[in-house]
């Protein structure tokens, strides 16, 4: 079973940056996509940012475009753990929320946002 784990969250200040990480391991196969989703309190949980084990095709949120960098996402063939990065500059008071990263097998990065496979969040809080 695919399983993973994001860490990496912290405190920053307004313009500061932050990388996030996302360990996955037990895929079944070499096409998978890796999602990060945000939730902020009070408001539902945001796509933010994805990619393709495939064709590395990546799709991003608006409110993160040129600020947000995903990190090339392929599955070693032994199935060793991958780990995916977020790359989070120019963070803004608005950025606060709890980052988790996910998987999917079946899904098409950008085209959806249902995935099977959770892992447990990281806060991120950003000051004014």
């Known amino acids: 079973e695919v399983q993973l784990q994001a860490s990496g969250g912290g405190l920053v200040q307004a313009g500061g940056s932050l990388r996030l990480s996302c360990a996955a391991s037990g895929f079944t196969s070499d096409d998978y996509v890796i999602g990060w989703f945000r939730q902020a309190p009070g408001k539902e949980r945001e796509g933010v940012s994805c990619i393709s084990s495939n064709d590395g095709s990546t799709y991003y949120a608006d409110s993160v475009k040129g600020r947000f960098t995903i990190s090339r996402f392929t599955i070693s063939s032994d199935n060793a753990e991958n780990t995916v990065y977020l790359q989070m500059n120019s963070l803004k008071p608005e950025d606060t929320a709890v980052y988790y990263c996910?998987?999917?097998?079946?899904?098409?990065?950008?085209?959806?946002?249902?995935?099977?496979?959770w892992g447990q969040g990281t806060q991120v809080t950003v000051s004014s």
């Open positions: 996910a998987a999917d097998g079946l899904n098409i990065c950008g085209s959806s946002w249902l995935y099977d496979y």
